[in-house]
């Protein structure tokens, strides 16, 4: 009889253990993609590495983001889809286009499914607001694809899922009171093979 | 019936713990498991390495900027006060500091520096101390935690310059004979 209780506990306790641990991982994974602040394909939250941060944004940016600055330092959009809310696929062609943001510097940056930098020959791994080639008009085009293009191309991991983050440094004032406010540049699908 | 509603109640109020506690710990597991890469890699607490530029062979820290050269001090101020000393170059540059928790509880970047080379001395929770000079004081939440230094690689033609720079960095406890 004892043995059926001690039994019973045991399994309790596992089951439990399982959907608790379980279902923290699945939230801290999935919070990433569905925070507060949110335009077009980008999302962000005005509490990254802030000390006001709950629980849930703090297990999530010491996953995805780890030693990531408060916002009057610098912002960080993350894009884990193109426009269309379609996750961004490695076999896919994407164009992102955008303007001049209001920051002393910024950089729009690919990763891989786990996070890290996508390997390629050229170790071209972003552009920033130095590096990259604008138009006439004062707006850029990066080509996200695993083809090489003449201008402003950022090569695609190979299998799996990528990621964007915008990163922007001393950020205006107004950016930085109100991270919707920005222009962020789009992220458009060309062609999937 | 009864005995086994009991049980379904027991198993998610157990299951709802286990979910409070993992997401609670998980920032200071993160901070644990990147000690232990650092001890694994034969670094000491209180010493600023001086990382080399980010590839995408670097698998320590996920969503590196490789436009930055960064510095890591993991730091333990249970015994004694740590001072940081860092030239400061014609670019953005950041020292940011991280609790046990990972928050981001204090940075400083190149515009706002009182002096260059910069000279900060951080201190753990609820300690007295001597400042040795004229050093900015900045209280940690925790007495363990991670300075990072940023500097922003703006031409690629710079990188040996800001190298040199970058290594001019340094942590180190502070004896405080008290």
Redesign the interface.
């Known amino acids: 009889m004892k043995a059926k209780r001690l039994f019973e506990i045991l399994a309790i306790v596992l089951i439990a253990l399982v959907i608790g641990v379980g279902s923290a991982v699945w939230v801290i994974d999935s919070f990433a993609k569905v925070q507060t602040i949110k335009d077009g394909a980008w999302t962000t939250h005005p509490l990254v590495g802030s000390v006001q941060a709950n629980m849930y944004l703090r297990a999530t940016i010491a996953r995805i983001a780890l030693f990531a600055l408060s916002r009057t330092e610098a912002l960080y959009y993350n894009a884990f889809t193109d426009e269309e809310g379609e996750p961004l696929r490695p076999e896919c062609d994407y164009i992102i286009e955008g303007g001049d943001l209001p920051a002393r510097w910024w950089s729009i940056t690919a990763y891989d499914k786990d996070h890290f930098l996508i390997p390629n020959a050229l170790n071209r791994y972003s552009y920033n607001m130095k590096n990259l080639r604008w138009d006439e008009q004062g707006r850029y085009k990066i080509y996200l694809s695993q083809t090489p293009k003449d201008l402003n191309w950022l090569p695609a991991a190979q299998q799996g899922t990528i990621s964007i983050t915008l990163r922007a440094y001393n950020p205006a004032q107004a950016l930085a009171e109100n991270m919707g406010s920005a222009e962020l540049p789009r992220i458009m699908k060309v062609r999937c093979e | 019936m009864k005995r086994w509603s009991y ?1 379904i109640l ?15 710990a ?2 200071r597991a ?2 644990v498991a ?1 000690s232990w890469k650092g001890k694994d890699l034969g670094q000491s607490s209180n010493v600023l390495y001086h990382q080399p530029r ?6 320590v ?7 930055l050269l960064y510095s890591v001090c993991a730091y333990d101020l249970s015994k004694a006060p740590l001072r940081i000393s860092a030239s400061v170059p014609d670019t ?1 540059w ?1 020292l ?1 500091f ?1 609790a046990s ?5 204090f ?1 400083i ?1 190149d ?1 706002e520096v009182q002096a260059n080379p910069a000279d900060i001395l951080l201190v753990g929770p609820a300690v007295s101390y001597k400042n040795p000079g004229n050093a900015q004081v900045v209280t940690s ?1 925790s007495s363990r935690g ?1 300075a ?1 230094i940023r500097i ?1 690689i ?2 690629e033609n710079r990188i040996e310059e800001l190298t040199k720079i970058q290594r001019q960095a340094s942590c180190s406890p502070v004896d405080q004979g008290l």
């Open positions: 049980r027991a198993t998610l109020a157990l299951a709802a713990a286990f979910h409070v506690l993992t997401v609670m998980f920032p993160i901070m990147l980010v590839t995408a062979d670097s698998r820290v996920v969503r590196p900027s490789p436009d953005y950041s940011s991280f928790n990972t928050d981001n509880f940075v970047n515009r939440p991670v990072l922003l703006t031409d």
